[in-house]
């Protein structure tokens, strides 16, 4: 019976693992796709237009702190975190733009470098060959 209990704890503390993996690739696609939809222009619009919609109320309470909120926690949060999203999306393709760039100059200053130094071989080659060469000149 003790092996039994073992063998079914050891089944249950190998399933944990299999579930979080699960898990966090559930949470990771979730995410992905979120960020995806919020993270466009058109969402930015979309919620700066839901934020107006609370706006006259801000306004016709005639309290700063009130109209302050609203600027605060509804229009800013509302319409900067899709512009973030698109910003971040803009920068991470001009860094892959840049990234490839780079990559392409190293190569090139490489191949560069192999027929500066193949140049050289090869003018030490005709040195060697004119040192070993009798003078026609005197």
């Not at 619009?45 to 934020?51: G, K, Q, R």
């Not at 319409?79 to 860094?95: A, D, F, K, R, Y």
């Not at 190569?107 to 009798?134: C, N, V």
């Amino acid at each position: 019976m003790g092996d039994l209990c073992c063998d079914n704890n050891h089944q249950f503390a190998l399933s944990i693992p299999m579930l979080s993996s699960k898990i966090r690739d559930f949470n990771k696609k979730v995410a992905l796709f979120v960020t995806e939809k919020v993270g466009t222009m058109g969402c930015a619009y979309l919620f700066s237009l839901l934020a107006l919609i609370s706006l006259p109320e801000a306004l016709a309470s005639e309290d700063p702190l009130e109209i302050v909120s609203w600027i605060a926690q509804t229009f800013l949060q509302l319409v900067l975190l899709p512009i973030i999203i698109v910003g971040q999306n803009l920068q991470g393709e001009i860094s892959a733009q840049q990234a490839v760039t780079d990559s392409d100059t190293l190569i090139a200053i490489h191949e560069m470098a192999s027929e500066i130094r193949d140049l050289g071989i090869q003018h030490q080659r005709i040195l060697k060959d004119l040192e070993g060469t009798p003078s026609n000149l005197a």
